[in-house]
């Protein structure tokens, strides 16, 4: 097994698992990491795409490594807002559930949705 | 099979299992440490793909100060109610898990099946790069051949800054964010504070400069100089400047904003948006990487210290 076929199958389950605790985990902050850990498969699999792109001298394509840098510098900024966004619904709502029409610990400050 | 292939397929089983660690434990504090531990050993995965420019950056923005955002995120909200009864249905975690299978086996079979052999941009990379004068192949591609993207991204982190920040409550609104960390001023987080620093702006200069040559960047650096910042913040020797502050804010828009100029520039004075002029290149990227390190260290930093949570004056 080379290791494009072995990092591969990392790669792929990883998205596999980010997207079923995405899905099932009702905790907002399970979810953020559980999106982060699909996101780092789907990076991977860019990474695996470069890895068989090696030419010229290089290891790795240097294009959809550049991509990626792009990518993981841009997921760290939508993680950081959506943890701001979590911490501002706890401080204000008391709670930090998802569920619509869940009674809240009547803040007096709604924090929009 | 040689000792680099059972090492690769042991890392692989260890990454897998912290993924699987991460999604399945029940308690959050637990899996937000899996995810931390799973983005350390995923750079190291990125060095056995020869891709060293982004085991660096996972390394420091996917674990580094990734990880200390989520840990600070599971930390404060442990008194959070147990939203146990919420959890969905068996017949949804079915259908999820049932989903998600297939959306895996469609991955593999695509990675067993692509083209051989495979398409490659390196080649073309290469043959471009006297344009710059940079040899490392993901600095020409980030700075000059793909800079648009570069610059949107800095645009991206400037519009998360600027959703977080909103986020403030009105007696907040404009101030210092984050709480005032207390440390013991003899304790280790103080002296850490004290010692690192002068070790870790060097490193982060370092990697930001060689990265015209060898694996490094403005990325790279920026987020080893807002570690080190953070240190300093955490160990409350310092505080946190109010986001009211206008130096502060041209620190902010100095990366995209001569990014920016440079593109107009490029535009009216040149064939193209972006386009430099070939004996300015090395010299303009510099510049602009220059400007773009700072705002990446004082973005990246910002963003983890969060919103607004105290006025000015205390």
Redo the contacts between chains.
């Keep these: 097994?080379s290791?494009?076929?072995?990092?591969?199958?990392?790669?792929?389950?990883?998205?596999?698992?980010?997207?079923?605790?995405l899905?099932?985990?009702?905790?907002p902050?399970?979810k953020?990491?559980?999106f982060?850990?699909l996101g780092?498969g789907v990076?991977?699999?860019f990474?695996?795409?470069?890895?068989?792109?090696?030419?010229?001298?290089?290891?790795?394509?240097?294009?959809p490594?550049?991509?990626?840098?792009?990518g993981?510098?841009?997921?760290?900024?939508?993680?950081?807002?959506a943890?701001?966004?979590?911490?501002?619904l706890?401080?204000t709502a008391g709670?930090?559930?998802l569920?619509s029409g869940a009674p809240t610990g009547a803040g007096p400050?709604p924090?929009g949705d | 099979m040689s000792i680099a292939t059972v090492f690769e397929i042991v890392l692989a089983a260890v990454v897998l299992g912290l993924a699987i660690w991460t999604i399945a434990v029940p308690e959050t504090y637990s899996a937000t440490v899996g995810f931390v531990a799973y983005g350390l050993l995923v750079a190291l995965i990125w060095v056995r793909l020869d891709a060293v420019d982004v085991a660096l950056t996972e390394a420091a923005i996917g674990g580094g100060l990734g990880g200390v955002l989520l840990l600070g995120a599971a930390a404060r909200l442990r008194n959070a109610d147990p939203t146990a009864v919420e959890t969905p249905c068996k017949l949804v975690r079915l259908c999820a898990a049932a989903l998600s299978s297939l959306i895996a086996a469609a991955l593999v079979a695509a990675i067993l099946l692509l083209p051989d052999p495979a398409p490659t941009l390196a080649p073309a990379a290469v043959a471009k790069a006297w344009a710059t004068g940079l040899a490392n192949p993901v600095t020409n591609v980030l700075m000059a051949f793909r800079a648009m993207d570069t610059m949107l991204e800095k645009v991206v982190l400037l519009l998360a800054i600027v959703g977080v920040w909103s986020l403030a409550s009105d007696p907040a609104w404009g101030g210092r964010p984050g709480p005032r960390h207390e440390a013991d001023p003899h304790g280790v987080l103080a002296f850490l504070a004290r010692l690192l620093p002068s070790v870790g702006i060097v490193v982060g200069i370092y990697i930001f400069w060689t990265g015209a040559d060898h694996p490094g960047g403005a990325f790279q650096g920026g987020a080893i100089l807002a570690s080190m910042w953070l240190l300093v913040v955490m160990a409350g020797l310092t505080d946190t400047p109010p986001v009211s502050s206008r130096r502060l804010r041209f620190i902010l828009v100095a990366g995209p904003g001569l990014f920016l100029v440079v593109g107009i520039g490029g535009l009216c004075l040149g064939p193209a948006f972006l386009a430099y002029p070939l004996a300015l290149a090395k010299p303009l990227i510099l510049g602009i990487e220059v400007a773009m390190i700072l705002t990446i260290a004082a973005t990246l930093g910002l963003l983890l210290a969060g919103a607004p949570e105290r006025s000015e004056q205390r």
């Design positions: 097994m290791s494009v076929t072995v990092f591969g199958l990392c790669a792929a389950a990883a998205v596999g698992l980010g997207l079923y605790g899905i099932t985990n009702p905790q902050l399970r953020i990491i559980a982060n850990l780092s990076f991977l699999l990474g695996i795409i470069g890895r068989r792109g090696a030419a010229a001298g290089f290891g790795n394509d240097p294009v490594q550049a991509l990626v840098i792009t993981v510098v841009v997921a760290f900024s939508a993680t950081a807002l943890i701001a966004l979590l911490l501002r706890f401080q709670s930090t559930t569920r400050d924090s």
